[in-house]
């Protein structure tokens, strides 16, 4: 709900009131936007809701509604239509002095949260020495996305990625690692042993063909566990490479997270278990101690159990979450914590977060959250695979996107007859590519599968990167053109309001607070993006329809300070998204 609404509603609610007295004070007015912006912004369907309770006809309750309602500072005469709704449109006025407003603000009137809150959002979090795969892609755009948006409502964020660098894969890694690597164990020298997902694969043959190094690799995870020197600081060497590797990724798409892995919470393991058995939560079953859960059954309909300690004495992905849910709780003071991982991890989550409840460790004013996306596709539907069938590395996968809009930008170079340089064409080629890739990803709910198209997200036209990028670069090309520096219109520029397409676009300027808090609460990025995209296109349309730089004073310096405010608008909605502009393409 935004200002005007709260506003209206507040109105609505006095008329109520003196037209049917006290008893109706915290009746909801039922003040929803217009279905048809013929019949104006909002209407209230009140009348409605109350004609049985009043036992009169809803077009006379409206009527006399409207006859106590004044609002002549917000709307024009409100009218009642239909069988009872009150039909409320905005005044051109009102509208100017909106904007005037979101003009001034450098916020461009997104308010800051009321309380500021500490909110983790664990996103990215892939596993080391394995692939970074298209699901950490998601939970990396998505998760920093999220991120961008709390940060700018004012919150105090902690980005944690929750690296999987703890089990017992590392005694076969660090096993292989003995072998084909004896002098990088003994020195201090960081080490470079090339494609680790290679490396793995080979540990992974000979852990199963070769009895003997399969006993040396438990061995190893007993030593690993125990803190042995000489194992341990084989680990570190197979962490520092994939973080570098990792690092890779994450520079390209400009994301910040502080790394936090599961190896992190591994002294706090053994109190998650006495504690739970101290809640009386812990049973035994075939060795292994657990949980049992509500609502969770397997086939045959018993109950399921978590487990969080093996029949070996080993904990799991489970108790690491669970201790991190205590530890992000009591140390970070978290009172929002946000999961962002592909759906196949609903489950975990769900029963995660009820052993913690049961447990007693969330107070009341935590909330913990799990926000889960779909499965990357490819154009064929089925799972996102490269031609010969391996699994996409992400770092050819960006760089292809790169390449494409390099190629893009040299074919409309020659069709415009234009000339650029090599850093202009590198840097316009990295822009809109990295923003293709993450923009087609954000712009889809991110509950359902999405699937991957170099060609859709590469194109200029539709809800893609390069049109909202494009609309950005059209309100600068104006300001080049006509040789106006937007910065010095001043923000008091008046913008009036005359033709249809700017009462539409201002109308949907005013909207971006009501959008950005929206995505604060239910997290899904899409809706920014779809805010976007509607902006660019009321935007497109205006210019279509209204002369901008040839018109008389002080329609051009309203028409100018209106695609000023359009493009500051696109600039901050993209960076929330971790998207750049540019200032030509
Ligand atoms: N490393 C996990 C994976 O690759 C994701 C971790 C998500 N975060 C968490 N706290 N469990 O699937």
């Known amino acids: 709900m935004n200002a005007t609404q709260e506003l209206l509603k507040e109105k609505l609610q006095q008329a109520l009131v003196t037209a049917f007295g006290a008893e109706f004070a915290g009746v909801d007015p039922v003040l929803v936007a217009a279905s048809n912006p013929k019949f104006g912004d909002y209407q209230a369907n009140v009348a409605l809701s109350l004609a049985k309770r009043l036992g009169q006809q809803p077009r006379v309750i409206a009527q006399a509604i409207v006859d106590q309602l004044d609002v002549s500072d917000i709307c024009k005469p409100p009218e009642v239509a239909g069988p009872g709704f009150i039909n409320l449109k905005l005044t051109t006025q009102y509208l100017e002095a909106q904007l005037a407003t979101m ?3 450098s916020r461009l009137g997104v308010a800051k949260a009321k309380t500021s809150k500490r909110e983790i959002v664990d996103f990215s979090s892939p596993n080391i020495a394995k692939e970074m795969h298209v699901g950490h892609l998601r939970s ?12 700018f409502r004012g919150h105090d964020v902690l980005r944690l990625n929750h690296v999987g660098d703890w089990g017992t894969q590392f005694g076969m890694l660090i096993t292989y690692l003995r072998e084909v690597y004896p002098e990088a164990l003994t020195t201090a020298n960081a080490l470079d042993i090339g494609d680790l997902v290679t490396f793995y694969k080979q540990a992974k043959k000979r852990f199963d063909e070769d009895e003997a190094f399969q006993e040396q690799a438990r061995q190893e995870v007993v030593k690993l566990q125990a803190g042995a020197a ?91 979450d669970l201790a991190a849910i205590r530890y992000r709780i009591q140390e970070d003071h978290a009172k929002r914590i946000i999961y962002v991982t592909d759906a196949g991890q609903a489950n975990h989550f769900a029963q995660v977060f009820q052993v913690v409840r049961k ?25 996102f695979k490269t031609r010969s069938g391996d699994t996409v590395r992400l770092r050819d996968l960006l760089d292809e996107a790169i390449a494409r809009a390099r190629a893009d ?56 990167a390069p049109y909202m990028l494009y609309a950005y670069v059209r309100t600068q090309g104006i300001s080049r053109e006509g040789n106006i520096d937007f910065e010095n219109l001043g923000t008091d520029a008046k913008i009036l309001l005359q033709e249809d397409t700017e009462l539409t676009l ?31 296109d009321k935007f497109n349309k205006f210019y279509e329809n209204c002369p901008v730089l040839k018109s008389e004073e002080p329609i051009r310096t309203s028409r100018l300070a209106l695609c000023y405010l359009t493009a500051r608008t696109l600039k901050l909605g993209l960076s929330l998204l971790g998207i750049q502009v540019l200032e030509r393409m």
């Open 140 to 151: 990396t755009i998505i998760g920093d996305s999220i991120a961008r948006i709390l940060e």
């Open 103 to 105: 003009q001034a603000d």
């Open 506 to 536: 201002a109308k949907h300027l005013l909207q971006l607070d009501e959008i950005i808090s929206d995505v604060e609460q239910d997290l899904l990025p899409n809706r920014l993006c779809e805010y976007l995209y509607q902006l660019s």
């Open 230 to 320: 000489d194992t341990i600081h084989a680990w570190k060497l197979l962490c520092e490479q994939s973080r570098a590797e990792f690092q890779v990724i994450y520079d390209l798409l400009d994301i910040k997270v502080q790394e936090r892995g599961e190896s992190f919470y591994n002294p706090l393991l053994p109190k998650v278990v006495e504690d739970l058995e101290q809640a009386g939560l812990l049973v035994e079953d075939q060795g292994a101690k657990c949980v049992f859960l509500e609502g969770f059954t397997n086939k045959e309909g018993e109950p399921l159990p978590l487990i969080v300690q093996k029949s070996d004495g080993g904990y799991n992905y489970a108790t690491t």
């Open 359 to 383: 447990a007693g460790w969330v107070p009341d004013d935590v909330e913990l959250v799990h926000v889960p996306f779909g499965l990357v596709l490819g154009e064929d539907g089925k799972k």
């Open 409 to 464: 930008l040299e074919n409309r170079l020659i069709q415009e007859g234009r000339q650029e340089t090599e850093e202009f064409k590198a840097n316009v080629a990295k822009v809109v590519g990295i923003s293709a890739v993450k923009y087609a990803d954000l712009s889809q709910n991110r509950t359902s599968n999405y699937v991957f198209s170099y060609d859709k997200m590469l194109s200029l036209k539709g809800n893609t």
